[in-house]
């Protein structure tokens, strides 16, 4: 199970502190499947990196990411390598066989 709460990312830059993802939750049980759609820049991918820790140093995550009882946010890195690509995983987006943004998500899933 994974059970996202109060998500937030935020990224250090050299004009101070930009909020990404402000207060997302949301939870996936065994043998669900969760698709997350937005516009460009809505923070689809950054939601998804932070769930398997791949943001850039630069990144702030703060809130609670549960994944079968293991809040992922306060593992080592080495404990998140054995879980990494092993018990959850991310596939990114292929430009090519993205949606069509002249047409409703509900049209194009049926």
Not at 33 to 46: A, D
Not at 56 to 63: M, Q, Y
Not at 79 to 105: C, H, V, W
Request: hydrophobic share 40%; no cysteine.
């Amino acid at each position: 199970m994974l059970e996202v709460k109060n998500l937030r990312i935020s990224f250090k830059t050299s004009k101070g502190v930009l909020t990404a993802i402000d207060d997302i939750s949301f939870n996936v049980d065994k043998g669900e499947t969760l698709g997350i759609v937005g516009e460009t820049g809505s923070g689809k991918t950054i939601t998804s990196l932070s769930i398997i820790r791949l943001l850039p140093n630069n990144a702030i995550s703060t809130g609670k990411i549960f994944f079968n009882g293991l809040n992922l946010l306060d593992l080592p890195e080495d404990k998140m390598d054995e879980i990494r690509g092993k018990k959850i995983s991310m596939i990114f987006q292929e430009p090519m066989t993205a949606f069509d943004p002249l047409y409703t998500i509900g049209d194009q899933f049926s």
